[in-house]
């Protein structure tokens, strides 16, 4: 009785904080696997409602790199924001590694636009963050912390406050803050779409990159068509609003992907596709605004 | 471990270091404070630029902060001799100077007093009056502030009485206080604890209601409870606004402090103001004065002194 009561909390440590080999174990063990099914999202009241998202059906594979794209208004972060927990599902149901997903929780690392590090808290407190709220002591929120922060490339920056880096800086603790939890899924939101031009396309260099170390699903919301065709196993254009699917493109490009992607012949046809997708839907929603 | 050391990953980092250098010594202060610092620096590793550097390093002090500074103390020099050349003179157009006392008088004064154990009695009587009435305020305003700013209904039956009670000067409280509280000295703690009491509830429930909904999202995402929230989020993010309050209600304490000593109490410096006046010893009305304003200032500081570390991310920005 007394040792077992003993041995319990650290059998659970362990379990939530697992090496860097474990969790590539943990992530052969199919984890990360989302589905969503018949998911509509009303915002307001009968005559009011605001249908933002109707009849959606996804399901992403443990382990793949999915981006959603569509036209601005088009519902692809409220789909994110119910994976998320954020929004509430009006219809359907969305489920991460079969639970249904009720309410936000450290399964799913969110990585935001910009500006959701908590200012007050140096870069190193910000990783630290997530791992000491899932119950690691500070010592092992920390060493994980700096783990992750060497993962992006940042260990130089630890004790500094987030308001001293540049965007680009920011965004990576936020992929690092993200990651030490060790999700099932990282759920990034428009991530890069705040940062100039040539920082962007570093930034999703090195997002490949940390990826194909850690082979986590990743759900990332874009209207970036080169961004998506480039990261992407899958693109999943969105329709103009109400957000339905309306092409499911897998992506075969080669990994590990450079620049020279961009003038690939296969990226050329699949980009056009997409532009003329998005373009099409952004007539109809230009449309649907004139006659409102 | 990492094994591929990639080219991209580094690159993306000498950009970044470039921003951020910018970013940092992008600030006027930082920038002049290292440039006056390294030719002293440098003077230790050899002799001969010393003879150059120091005189430079003095000068760009001067232009950056003793210049300041000077203008400043010469501006109250200016006013002393004004007013000793009003009060020498007996000037009596639009100000009367007649009954006033030069500043030398008033000096010679202040040295007497610092030597008579009673002036030190009323100074720390006002002081423990600040002490209490302060702490209580800050505690309870703290706390009410955060309540109202998370629930709805706390907010909605307090705000009645903030909003009509705000407005009533501390000097109005008198005759109500001293009915309803048992000694006279508990009245003066009451209405010194009310003038606090408000400008930290209104700008602690303002902070808390600033906060920015993306970061407790963010939190809550990355599994924070409801009260981790609070302790990481909320609070730290209304830091900046509770401090302001602190500041404004230490002001606004020795402000009632003082109008609460005036008519009622037996030691304490406002009392001594006014009796002054009453037993025609004008310059300890001046230095009672001098006393209200220098504690006042000194108290409002060291609040701001002591929430420093609390603000250390908001400094490190670089703008004011």
């Known amino acids: ?292 | 471990m990492r094994t591929k050391a990639t080219p991209a990953p580094a690159l993306v980092l000498q950009g970044d270091e470039i921003a951020a250098g910018f970013t940092t010594s992008g600030r006027p202060h930082a920038a002049a404070d290292t440039a006056a610092a390294m030719p002293i620096n440098s003077a230790n590793d050899s002799a001969i630029p010393a003879l150059h550097s120091r005189p430079a390093a003095i000068k760009k002090w001067f232009q950056q902060k003793g210049r300041h500074i000077a203008v400043r103390i010469f501006a109250i020099i200016l006013a002393a001799g004004l007013w000793q050349a009003a009060s020498a003179n007996e000037w009596n157009f639009l100000l009367n100077f007649e009954n006033i006392p030069t500043p030398v008088t008033v000096g010679n004064e202040f040295v007497e007093q610092l030597q008579n154990p009673t002036f030190y009695t009323h100074l720390g009587v006002s002081i423990k009056r600040i002490l209490i009435a302060y702490v209580l305020a800050a505690l309870l305003g703290i706390f009410l502030g955060v309540l109202m700013g998370r629930y709805a209904v706390v907010e909605d039956i307090f705000i009645p009485y903030i909003e009509i009670l705000r407005p009533i000067p501390a000097v109005a409280w008198i005759p109500l206080s001293i009915l309803m509280l048992p000694t006279e000295e508990s009245s003066i703690i009451f209405i010194t604890f009310l003038g606090a009491l408000f400008p930290i509830v209104l700008n602690t429930l303002h902070g808390v209601e600033q906060t920015p909904s993306t970061l407790v999202r963010a939190a809550r995402s990355f599994g924070a409870s409801d009260r981790a929230i609070l302790w990481h989020v909320i609070i730290p993010g209304a830091m900046p606004s509770i401090v302001a309050g602190l500041a404004i209600g230490m002001g606004v304490a020795w402000f009632s402090l003082l109008a609460g000593e005036i008519i009622s109490g037996q030691y304490g410096i406002g009392y001594f103001t006014w009796t002054s006046y009453q037993m025609v010893e004008y310059p300890h009305i001046i230095i009672g004065m001098l006393m209200i304003g220098a504690l006042g200032t000194t108290s409002t500081a060291l609040v701001k002194l002591a929430a420093k570390p609390l603000l250390r991310w908001q400094s490190d920005k670089g703008s004011r």
């Not at chain 1, 991460?96 to 936000?104: A, F």
């Not at chain 1, 890069?192 to 990743?218: C, K, P, Y």
């Open chain 1, 1 to 292: 009785m007394e040792t077992s009561s003993l041995e319990k909390p650290q059998a659970r440590t362990v379990l939530r904080y697992p090496s860097t080999d474990t969790l590539r174990r943990r992530q052969q063990h199919n984890r990360g696997h989302v589905s969503i099914a018949d998911l509509s999202i009303r915002f307001g009241q009968d005559a009011n409602a605001h249908i933002a998202v109707q009849n959606f059906n996804l399901t992403i594979e443990p382990g793949e790199f999915v981006c959603l794209l569509g036209p601005s208004g088009c519902g692809k972060s409220t789909v994110m924001n119910a994976l998320a927990g954020f929004i509430k599902a009006s219809q359907g149901n969305v489920q991460l590694d079969g639970k249904t997903v009720e309410k936000p929780g450290p399964d799913r690392g969110m990585v935001f636009q910009q500006h959701s590090l908590l200012p007050w808290k140096t870069v190193l407190e910000n990783v630290a963050f997530g791992p000491l709220m899932t119950g690691a002591t500070k010592s092992q929120a920390e060493s994980l912390a700096r783990t992750f922060l060497e993962v992006v490339g940042l260990s130089a920056y630890a004790e500094r406050f987030p308001n001293t880096l540049s965007g680009g800086m920011q965004q990576r603790v936020g992929i690092a803050r993200a990651l030490a939890n060790y999700p099932s899924v990282l759920l990034m939101d428009e991530p890069f779409g705040a940062l100039d031009a040539q920082t962007r396309h570093m930034m999703q260099e090195n997002l490949l990159e940390i990826w194909s170390e850690f082979r986590n699903t990743v759900l990332f919301v874009t209207h970036d068509i080169d961004e998506a065709v480039y990261l992407a196993d899958r693109v999943i254009v969105m329709s103009a609003a109400p957000g339905r699917l309306i092409e499911d493109i897998r992506i075969d490009l080669p990994r590990p992907r450079t620049e020279d992607v961009y003038s690939d012949p296969a990226f050329i046809s699949i980009k056009q596709r997409c532009l003329k997708l998005i373009r099409d839907e952004t007539m109809k929603a230009f449309a649907q605004q004139n006659q409102a």
